[in-house]
């Protein structure tokens, strides 16, 4: 049996046990959230003085005393004590064992059910606004490597087959909006996670005069949670910001998943910096873009968290149950792991080049300007279908003599289609095939030049 005195034991004539106290701590995980703890303890206490529930010589005291305390914690020196349980709890008892009787009016109209919901937001709400940062320092990159290959021409697949030919940014500039959406989602998820739910209590409220709309202020939440059983008993805010962050995952795994095939001799496409690739304890050859496979593998980290939170919050009734303790980890994990993965890429994007030579010897094969060439007839006034079963046949014609279609003859195309004329040359190529792209948003150089000068705008501010 725990021997300590617990600031809840009033009722209690025996002390918890050791494996219940051991199972049932916190501390372990949740002292990353002492200074959201202490904020919020500032908040509560400027609002108990305005409402005449504590002095302002008794506030002073125990400002002053949390200052101290959160001073011990940086430098390391304060002592998480395991019996405590909690963060809220050891900076509390803490608290009174420095001064006293100020520290024990500090919980006065609150629960650590609103306590530990309102910690948690205030940290969701930081680590929100430093994902969106280290998602920008990514695109920055990525903008970077686009400008240092504007010129190459990459085959674009689907099927993972050779389909039609992309400028080099164009490819990147893909994953530079799809990150650009996952900051979107984060923004949007940080409008419902900034609502406070300090003085909600336990789950009804309080009978004393709190003014939850001055702390909710003081800690720059847009405004109280209107209802307290939901304020404290509900984490779908948690739930769409790990949603979010497997978006996130998925987006970056994708991007993974090429680099990693690319670095390949298969494909060679791209060129690692010895600073982001490791090596073999047995290969003496090998060359492993190792950060971008643990960048893949740490995906199914984050889904598993999500997945996690949705599984511990289907079946709990209103309001708050100890349940919710287990809700802290995954979210802890799931930023840390999504902050790291996107640091990582960035990293692997900065030491990175393309290897236009083996891209260039690649761009052979594939036909990537067949679907160019049916175009071509299209603009001759043959309809689309029929333009493709013609295409069809010269690409067949050209595999059954190993060419590639802009070194057929002319009397080869005109065999199939008297429409085709000796201009037809200046529609084949991989080069002259990317220079007829002219939709907005296409692979055309004009076009790839208007989102780059766009984007270069968006990310020249903060």
Known sequence: MSNQKKLWGGRFEKGVSGIVEQFSESISFDHRLYRQDILGSKAHSNMLVDAGLMTSEERDAVHAGLDEIQMEIEAGTFEFRQDREDIHMNIEGALIDRIGDPARKLHTARSRNDQIATDVRLYMREEIDALIQRIRTLQRALFELAEKSRDVILPGYTHLQRAQPLLV?????????????????????????????LGAGALAGTTLPVDRHKTSEELGFEEPIRNSVDAVSDRDHMIE???????ISMHLSRLAEEWVLW??????FIKMDDSVATGSSIMPQKKNPDPMELVRG????VYGHLMSMLTLTKGLPQAYNRDLQEDKEPLFDALDTVDACLQVTEEFARNIEFNSERIEA?????YLDATTLADYLVLKGLPFRSAHEVVGKLVQAAISQSLPLDKLELRQFQAECDLIEADVFDFLGVENCVRRFQSYGSTGPSAVAEQMAAWRTRLSGP
């Open 169 to 197: 940014p164009h490819y990147l500039l893909a994953y530079m909006d799809q990150f650009g959406r996952d900051a979107e989602r984060l923004s949007d998820c940080r409008r419902r996670v900034n609502r406070s739910p």
């Open 298 to 301: 740490k995906t199914g980290r």
């Open 263 to 268: 670095a390949s001799e298969e494909f060679g």
């Open 362 to 366: 690649s761009l052979g094969p594939g």
């Open 241 to 247: 910001l790990l949603s979010a962050c497997a978006v």
